[in-house]
């Protein structure tokens, strides 16, 4: 089964653990710890919407995207009920190359961690680096294979990983353990990578 597939199957079930319903505090933490200011914003893999919006209410311009075609229509949905504007649309973000876009940060909550191959998270990398301006932000929050071996929850990568696919694109600004914001009692392990976009190696 496809991604598209796949996701679109959870949010017609509902299996979708990952759904918060509100902003994940860990993007509220980097905002304000690195004094991120309002700025196009690109969110991939934006689920329901809720960090979008969250974005778009302290002053951010936000473009989201999800693979699913009924979290966008959630997504759309719950930004009317909020009364902010927001461009979503379903995307394959491993295929869309579209550089000169002018984001000032791109932001992803457990959308690069879903890919298995290392290409394809190479891929990912340099699209998010197509996306922005130079000098421009990624924070991303990824699932951590530094937590206990476990049959359920987010993919789990390594601190190699994530520096193998993103470092001729990026520079790594902080890789740091962490929680996911999450309903569980016992949130799994990520990281909460922040990188800024090389000035060379992104065209």
């Known amino acids: 089964m496809s991604k598209e597939k796949m996701f679109e199957e959870r ?7 990952w759904e918060l319903d509100r902003v994940d505090s860990n993007l509220i933490e980097i905002i304000e710890k690195e004094n991120i200011r309002p700025c196009r914003t690109l969110e991939i893999g934006c689920g329901t919407g809720s960090n979008a919006i969250w974005l778009a209410q302290n002053g951010f311009d936000v ?10 229509e959630k997504a759309r949905a719950k930004s009317q009920q909020h009364g902010v504007e ?6 394959d973000f491993l295929k869309q190359e579209k550089s000169g876009s002018g984001f000032g940060l791109v932001f992803d909550r457990g959308c690069f961690h879903s890919f298995d191959k290392k290409e394809d998270r190479k891929i990912f990398a340099r699209n998010a680096g197509y996306n922005l301006k130079e000098g421009g932000y990624w924070f991303s929050i990824m699932g951590n294979a530094d937590d206990k071996p476990r049959d359920t929850g987010p993919p789990m990568r390594s601190a190699l990983d ?6 001729p694109y990026f520079e ?3 890789l740091v353990s962490g ?3 999450s309903t569980r009692e016992k949130p799994a392990l990520c990281w909460k990578c922040l990188m800024r976009k090389r000035f060379k190696g992104v065209k």
């Open 11 to 17: 949010y017609k079930t509902g299996d979708t653990p």
């Open 63 to 72: 473009t989201g995207s999800d693979f699913s075609p009924l979290a966008i």
């Open 162 to 167: 994530i520096v193998t696919a993103v470092e």
């Open 179 to 181: 929680r996911f914001d």
């Open 86 to 91: 927001i461009h979503f649309f379903v995307d």
């Open 172 to 174: 790594i600004l902080s």
